[in-house]
């Protein structure tokens, strides 16, 4: 592919282009002999963008929210043009399965066996073919531009991939490719909306098998979220930060913000630590926790695993408002630093340890904290709007390993609660196996006496869709939030 030039990098990500990519319309470029070569325009920046983050998922197991702002800075590229580089990437990644689906049929060979360069930078380019509004040949020729630079003995194929791409709509795709509903729709739902199958029997079996609704949350999931801020309570109204960031408050959590738009870590309110981004859905769960009627002292709560610090910030607002104290708990020191951050000049104690060390350590003695967070790992199929390549990295062989990390730690938090005390569980999944399942499981094994706690009264008045009780399942489609499972226990 040539030598390559010297250049900016992330971890390994180049965000200038590669030599063979042709100069400016400045002047003409004259190669050896004084032959004039001829002169193209400069690789569109913001699409080079995209497919740098794009790549680096691919190549490096890298996140697209860590990893695009970066390049985006790295390129200088603001408003209009971030906008565009961030939606042509996170819309790729979402629509990934599909895409590749499509391209394997047009190119007549598996995607697998299309050179990784090659392969992404395609999918940049059937994306904007399928589900924007850029022009077939805007598509097509920025996207063999882009090819040329990446692999230029291959622009000849891309050109050829992309026209056959271009030959249909994504609908039309979906009715060639797609097995019929009737037949087989884990099949159909898994094309048609860019999900693993695994997932969306998942997904199907949460809602009770209702393959409509199923739909829908598949739908959804391919949407782009709002972003979510949260007003900590007693340092910022919800209705003033609202109007300072131009957004609305939430419909649901009374600490919510919904923003339009614009960078969130550039808002002075989240720069002094009076509000946070988070999505609606953990600010419901966290403050049902902070809400719950309790008999008894309420002075000590426990947040087991609260990196980043989300729902610590939000306890401790609230902490210091009851005369109460939290200690936050985080295994890794990376995200402990990040827990001490969100949670500076609030009443909030972190401890970088392991959860489940409840009673072999002096700092989590048993029977000691009056409310306890347990906010557990899990596979994140929750949130698979805000973190697309999570769908296509994730498998159900995580599952096992998981739901053990999540029975050990809700054992632990029933050892850490005090008689009469509360413990709320907390996934960012609908699974069931990581929902009621590890909350029976752990229960029926912690040796202590557990009641069940309804946490639909917790919640809002008049939120819908909500279900039978005891346990709560918050979803996209439905309330606007991630995926959160809620289940609240009272230690007898």
């Known amino acids: 592919m040539g030598a390559r030039r010297p250049g900016r990098h992330w971890r390994g990500i180049r965000v200038t282009a590669p030599e063979g990519t042709r100069p400016t319309r400045s002047g003409p470029s004259t190669g050896r002999g004084g032959d004039r070569r001829p002169v193209r325009p400069p690789l569109d920046r913001p699409r080079r963008a995209a497919y740098e983050a794009v790549a680096a998922v691919h190549r490096d197991d890298a996140f697209a929210n860590l990893v695009l702002p970066i390049i985006l800075r790295e390129e200088g590229l603001f408003g209009r043009d971030a906008a565009f580089a961030t939606e042509l990437t996170y819309g790729t ?4 399965g599909t895409l590749d689906a499509i391209l394997t049929a047009a190119a007549g060979r598996d995607v697998a066996r299309i050179d990784p360069p090659v392969r992404d930078a395609l999918r940049l380019g059937a994306y904007q073919l399928l589900h924007t509004r850029v022009p077939a040949h805007a598509a097509v020729s920025s996207t063999v531009d882009l090819v040329r630079s990446v692999a230029p003995g291959a622009t000849g194929f891309a050109n050829a991939v992309l026209r056959e791409v271009s030959s249909r709509d994504a609908d039309a795709w979906v009715t060639k490719l797609a097995p019929p509903m009737e037949t087989d729709p884990v099949g ?8 693993p199958q695994w997932i969306v029997r998942a997904f199907s079996e949460a809602l009770g098998g209702d393959l409509g609704e199923t739909e829908r949350l598949l739908i959804e999931d391919n949407e782009r979220p709002p972003v979510h801020l949260c007003a900590r309570p007693g340092l910022i109204d919800p209705v003033e930060l609202a109007d300072q960031v131009g957004g609305a408050p939430g419909a649901f959590s009374p600490y919510a913000v919904y923003l339009p738009g614009g960078a969130p870590g550039e808002i002075p309110a989240v720069v002094d630590g009076r509000a946070h981004v988070q999505d609606e859905g953990s600010q419901l769960v966290a403050t049902a926790l902070a809400d ?22 939000l306890l401790g607002a609230l902490a210091a408002q009851r005369g109460a104290r939290v200690t936050a708990v985080e295994v890794a020191e990376h995200r402990a630093r990040l827990v001490s951050l969100a949670t500076r000049d609030l009443p909030v104690a972190v401890l970088t340890m392991d959860g489940r060390e409840v009673g072999a350590d002096p700092k989590l003695p048993e029977q000691h904290f009056d409310r306890v967070l347990v906010d557990a790992p899990c596979t994140g199929l929750g949130s698979l709007r805000r973190r697309p390549e999570s769908r296509w990295r994730r498998q159900p062989s995580d599952l096992p390993p998981l739901t053990r990390l999540q029975r050990e730690l809700l054992g632990a938090a029933l ?3 005090r008689p009469g005390g509360l413990v ?9 196996v990581e929902t009621h399942v590890t909350v029976t499981e752990a229960a029926r094994r912690s040796g202590v006496a557990v009641d069940f706690v309804d946490a639909r009264p917790l919640l809002p008045a008049g939120m819908p869709g909500l279900g039978d009780g005891p346990t709560v399942q918050l979803w996209p489609h439905r309330h606007g939030t991630d995926a959160m499972f809620l289940a609240v226990l009272r230690r007898g």
Do not use: F, I, M, Q
């Open 93 to 96: 990644l979402r629509h990934l």
């Open 292 to 313: 719950a009627p309790l008999d008894g002292p309420d002075g000590r709560w426990l947040d087991l695993c609260a990196g980043p610090g989300g729902k610590a910030g």
């Open 415 to 417: 050892r850490a609660v």
């Open 188 to 195: 159909h739902l898994s094309l048609a909306y860019s999900h």
């Open 424 to 432: 709320a569980y907390v996934t960012c999944s609908p699974h069931t």
